[in-house]
C-alpha cells in the first residue's frame, strides 16, 4: 500500500511561489500531482519517474511549476512560481505502480488529503 501526506499550500498574491511536499511510503513507479478547483474536473498537472528523471508538465504549468524528488526522504515536491489566480485549488499528490509515461493520469490511484492554494490577484 501507498501512503501519501501533503504539506504546504496556502495563500498567496498573484506572481508569488508556493511549495507543496508530498511524503510518501511503499513502492510507487510515478508519482504525480493534480490539482482541483471548485466545480471543476480534476486535472494532472505533473508527474515523475521514481526510479529517476524523466518528468511530465501540463501545458498550463509548463515553465512555472517544477516537480521533482529526494529518494532519500521519499518527498516528492511542487514549486509553484509566477502563481495566477487560476492556479487557485485544492492540491493532491498521487501515485501508481503501473508503467511509462507518468503522465497517463488514469493511472494514478493512491491519493492524499490535499492541500489548499489560493492565488488572490
Known amino acids: 500500500q501507498v501512503q501519501l501526506v501533503e504539506s504546504g499550500g496556502g495563500s498567496v498574491q498573484a506572481g508569488g511561489s508556493l511549495n507543496v511536499s508530498c511524503i510518501h511510503s511503499?513502492?510507487?513507479?510515478?508519482m504525480g500531482w493534480f490539482r482541483q478547483a471548485p466545480g471543476k474536473e480534476r486535472e494532472g498537472v505533473a508527474s515523475?519517474?521514481?526510479?529517476?528523471?524523466?518528468?511530465y508538465y501540463a501545458d498550463s504549468v509548463k515553465g512555472r511549476f517544477t516537480i521533482s524528488q529526494d529518494n532519500a526522504k521519499k518527498t516528492v515536491y511542487l514549486q509553484m512560481n509566477s502563481l495566477r489566480p487560476e492556479d487557485t485549488a485544492m492540491y493532491y499528490c498521487?501515485?501508481?505502480?503501473?508503467?511509462?509515461?507518468?503522465?497517463?493520469?488514469?493511472?494514478?490511484?493512491?491519493w492524499g488529503q490535499g492541500t489548499q492554494v489560493t492565488v488572490s490577484s
Open positions: 511503499g513502492y510507487s513507479f510515478c
Open positions: 515523475i519517474y521514481t526510479g529517476g528523471i524523466v518528468t
Open positions: 498521487a501515485a501508481h505502480r503501473d508503467r511509462f509515461p507518468c503522465d497517463t493520469w488514469t493511472r494514478y490511484i493512491y
